[in-house]
């Protein structure tokens, strides 16, 4: 599991919420995003957006099967790329 | 009755009760999962074909912020979480898909609607409006209209969303008429562009009106008649006449020059929001842009529009206008107009506070974004720069430095750029009009805006009723104003225009004739109007007239002349 932790101030909303679960929608594996012992769905907007990610929170990515390693390493650079922002 | 009319025209037909309420659910057992299921998906696969159509149609206009929506409503639509929970429900429970999309969506809504965020709470109403969509494919209930009721239908509902002018690709649907609205929604703007007749703000007009009632409304007028006499729909068929050859009478002045009674040749220019509105610019007559406010690009949004953003849109508006002027206001805000991300404060006076380009002087970097996107598009047009709420010279001159730091900047970085983009002011606040002579010298052309010159120059707060006899244009202190500024500006041979409300009021159209004005700057379906209504009015009466009124001490001796004018040729 790798974790990041959230620096945009709007958290993760609608619009970065899209481009992460489209980025994840391409691997065939699972890919689970954490926060707070809980887990969700990568490829689920609704998911993600339920989870409420905020500026601070720590969200680890966790993924298993085919391609894994580059998935979370995917879904980690969109991630950063969303903190920049 | 009456009500708000939103949409010009007059529309005579029966009553249509548009449901925009949510259907109800069934909540039965299937037999068959697999016929079930497959079910579902039909409806999921039709609603994103659907949001696609909708997607492409944005983008293609421009409407990123839009798109952006769409495609999160067709992720929402594919959520493979609601997918995979529908469908277990349906296998393992046998209920059917409503039932089992009702369960589901639940889930998600509430776990929402529990977030701090009031941002992302708000996204529990986007996974509210994909469930009911997708009920309306599973239920069969069709959001068009029944055309057997009648050929011609009046469509009432609560409030109507903007997806809802789709109605009128049914040629029946003559009219709408809602409890809820106001002229600035989606919908009003886009009931606009289509020409169908609009009232609005009629609160318990379901209760009274039930479908198939016969119904007339007046858009212009907001006036609704139910189960109207014989007489009543003979004099509106009547009106809806005369209405009907007014407008093609106004719509042979498309192309033709603005033109008063003894020949003397203005300029009747739109005042926009957007690319929607340029786009439909010349085919309301408008001979160029005289205010694009820009201010709409940084609302709605989380942050602020990029420069390559803001390209895109300045290139669009004036490609739209084909190579016809297009004035730029670089960035309006403050005073009543509020944008969340940049942070500017509660302030004890707004309107007399930092704001417009108080505030972009100082955020330089916000403010250089938006000039060198607009040098970057001048090559696709006329484009100007007009800068609002100027009080000194010190203003024009700093706000000319930051221009000209740009406009080099582009060239080192090898940037095509117009070879002059003209830089003028908005003449708004009082001080600017006093020392309007000096401030001539330093710009190449004025605009006036006279909603806060009004203002300023009375000290009287525009929305504080108390004090609204004082907020009108008709005291001496406004006229010599205008005249001054327009004088002032004629001396060192700029061109002066007026973006206000006043520049399209037909009974002011005169005094500003009379004062000289070149270039009347308006809402787009107001042009043809005042074109027409200067055809009547001769120059040299309008002088004789502003004469007149530069001799009287009183708003209402100045009120009653203006509208005597008024009445000799306004008919």
Redesign the interface.
Known sequence: MKTIKIINK??I???P??LL??EAQKFSCDIDLIKDGKS??A?????I??M?I?EGDVIGIQANGTEADSAISSIYSIIEKINQ? | MNGLGISEGIAIGKAFIYKTDEPEIPHLSVDDVVIEKKRFSNAVNNLTLNIKNKYEKASAQGDQDRA??F??HE??VN????LDGVNALIDTEEKCAEWALEEVSNK?IQ??EQ???P??RQ?AG??KDIRQQLLKLLLGISNTIDTSIDDSVIVIGREFNPSDIALTESKSVKGFLSEIGAPTTHFSILAKITNIPTVTNVSGILEMINEGDMLILDGTTGEIHIDPTKETIQAFQQKKLDLKQFNEKLKLLKDKPSQTADGVTVEIIGNIAGVNDAETMLELGAEGVGLFRTEFIYMDR??APTENEQYEIYKKVLLALEGKEVVIRTLDVGGDKEIPYLNMGKEDNPFLGYRAIRYCLNEKALFKTQIRAILRASVFGHAKIMIPMISTVDEVLDAKVIINECRLELQNEGVKIADTVEVGIMIEVPSAGIISDLLAEEVDFFSIGTNDLIQYTMAADRMNKDVAYLYHPYHPSFIRMLKMVIDNGHEKGIKIAMCGELASDPTFIPVLIGLGLDEFSMNGNAILKSRWLMQNVSKKEAQALVATLLTLKTSREIKETIEAFGDAYET
């Open positions: 709007t958290g909303h609608a619009r919420a899209g679960t489209k969700v769905n490829k689920s907007i609704m998911g957006l339920g409420g905020a922002e | 952006d929506v495609m999160a992720m929402i959520d493979p979480e609601l998600f776990l929402m977030l701090d965020d941002y992302l996204r986007d996974i989380s942050k």
